[in-house]
């Protein structure tokens, strides 16, 4: 093993420690992170395999072909992110709604009290 | 819907106070019932309106108009409105042309009457050029995603009667609502009017309104609520 087999593999082992005890998940994206981490380790360990998938698909180079594949790769998680996003600035506004109704619905209850607004 | 039907102003706000107090007085002095949508202001809205009857619900932070106007429109509905108008805060709107506005709803010839810049010549001709151009295109876009091809684009000026208020779900926080609420009419399949309405361009509007870069920004925003709706 050379060198940067090693770091990739320890990348590829932190990323994965990380995706598993800090994010919850589903079932299915667990089982897509392990395949995906099992298939990066064989590719790092035995580049001559991604050569020949290369070459199958008519692209020079195994790290040319995962340049290319990366590239949509890449904006499929960005869409998936935005998509993530966005919901949560529509529960963000659902509850600042919430509470704004609430403040005013509450408000005429708190003048009376001589409790304080804030 | 009874005689006199309860009526509510919908002024969303974002640090206007230097003409909320005009614009709201005005609104008051000719009876109407406000609500004030404060959404996030760092200028204090209330300390401006202090002594005015009307509501004020308040955002915790900065959401955009679009996610204001829809509070403020739950909060009238819960308060029995059985028409809501939306009305802008830099004073661009008159309020002497509610009335005028709300005409087609009274007559129950419409669900929702929209106000236009461009259905008088003397009104188009008020509005600056570079943003009358891009209103043009705004026409254009709005109708590409929603099929309802209007005279005015984000004319912020509009009545709704109280069944279109409750099928109207605006989820565009920002500016792009104002394209949403054509695509909720068609959904809903609502009755629209244009109703001319004049827009008085102040200074402070000038400065203060939508940059025109913005209109970038909406169309961003109509994309990504095709692709996640």
Known sequence: MIPIQAILVFILMCCVWLYFARLRSKLRDRVIVGALFVAATVFVMHPAMANRLAALAGVGRGADLFFYISIPGLAFALLLLLSRMRDLEQRETLLIRELALLRAEIAPLLRGSGVRET | ?229
């Open chain 2, 1 to 229: 819907m009874t005689a006199r039907p309860a009526l509510f102003v919908v002024v969303p706000v974002y640090n206007e106070a230097a003409v909320l107090r005009s614009t709201v007085a005005e609104l008051v002095s000719l009876g109407y019932k406000v609500v004030v949508v404060d959404d996030g202001s760092r200028d204090e809205p209330a300390r401006a309106l202090d002594g005015l009857p009307v509501t004020i619900l308040r955002h915790a932070v900065n959401l955009g108009q679009g996610a204001a106007l829809q509070t403020g429109t739950e909060f009238v509905l819960r308060s029995g409105a059985d028409i809501v108008v939306h009305f802008d805060a830099d004073g661009q709107h008159p309020a002497a042309g509610i009335s005028n506005l709300i005409e087609p709803i009274l007559r129950g010839e419409a669900d929702v009457a929209m106000g236009s810049r461009f259905l008088r010549p003397g009104d188009a001709q008020r509005t600056p050029g570079l943003r009358r151009h891009l209103l043009r295109a705004g026409i254009q876009v709005s109708w590409l995603f929603t099929g309802v091809r209007l005279t005015d684009a984000h004319n912020g000026f509009r009545a709704l009667s109280r069944r279109a208020a409750e099928m109207i779900h605006l989820r565009e926080n920002g500016f792009a609502h104002a394209t949403e609420i054509l695509g909720e009419i068609r959904r809903n399949r609502l009755r629209v009017v244009e109703v001319p309405v004049t827009i008085e361009y102040s200074r402070y509007s000038r400065r203060k309104g939508q940059s025109s870069w913005n209109s970038l920004n909406i169309l961003v925003d109509l994309i990504l609520e095709k692709l996640f709706r």
